[in-house]
């Protein structure tokens, strides 16, 4: 497929070596201009290039960029067809990575709100695993023990494409419905970045609650400094664990 990746952070970066060694024709890029791509990203094969040119003839767009910010995109957008299939990355964090957003806040989906505020369709994909998690813990479909990554979608077609690509970048795709549920896979809900089975992840997501979940994200600095210096990602996962004991 042809895939482009805006946003060359950890998971964007990640991404877009993952999906151009499983074959797909991948371009990269960043608001900073193509000279800001880190060489990393681009040793598998993807090609940095100029925002203004990265939506153009595109099956799939994975927007890697902080939470709040892809209404200043929604112009580039205008002119994307509608069969292209966005997927949306991001994650909200109030005060931390974030500015508060009040329509989040007062009980908007996240994604929701950043399919409005694009000015179309996206699919929730790749947020609920930590970055580390995806660049390391990737492995080939039926092995045993594969970690699942939920999405969510509202057509059963652009759902179905996001899913490939989970799975070609090492993880168990999960069906999580519409877009409306993508709640339960957005910080801090028993399915965040807890590293769970495609047999362990339904239950994580039914039991989702939106008030406490907010509560364990606004929670993170806290915690995250009890871990002490240098955590490694399986302290981090067994931190989220905990939190919903």
């Known amino acids: 497929m042809k895939i482009t990746v805006i946003g060359t952070g950890a998971i964007g970066g990640n991404l877009a070596a993952k999906l151009s060694t499983a074959g797909h024709d991948v371009q990269v890029a960043d608001a900073r201009g ?69 329509a989040v806040d007062n009980g908007q989906v996240e994604s929701v709100y950043t399919a409005e505020s694009l000015g179309r369709p996206v699919v929730k994909a790749w947020n609920a695993a930590l970055a580390e998690t995806q660049r390391t813990k990737g492995v080939p479909a039926g092995t045993p023990g594969r970690l699942a990554i939920p999405v969510a979608g509202d057509t059963e077609e652009a759902r179905r494409v996001a899913m490939s690509l989970v799975d070609d970048t090492g993880f168990d795709p999960y069906d999580a419905g519409t877009l409306a549920d993508s709640w339960r896979q957005q910080p801090n809900s028993p399915a965040y970045c ?35 210096v240098n955590p490694t990602v399986d302290d981090v996962v067994e931190m989220n664990r905990a939190a919903h004991r």
């Open 34 to 102: 193509p000279e800001a791509v880190r060489a990393e990203v681009l040793e598998s094969g993807a090609r940095a290039v100029d925002l203004a040119d990265a939506v153009q003839d595109r099956d799939v767009i994975v927007l890697s960029i902080p939470f709040g910010v892809a209404g200043r995109l929604a112009g580039l957008f205008a002119s994307v067809p509608a069969e292209t299939v966005v997927i949306d990355t991001s994650n909200y964090y109030p005060g931390m990575l974030s500015e508060p957003i009040e």
């Open 194 to 228: 807890t590293e769970l089975t495609l047999d362990e992840l339904p239950a994580a997501l039914a039991a989702a609650d939106r008030d406490k979940d907010a509560a364990i994200r606004d929670s993170l600095p806290e915690r995250f400094a009890a871990l002490g």
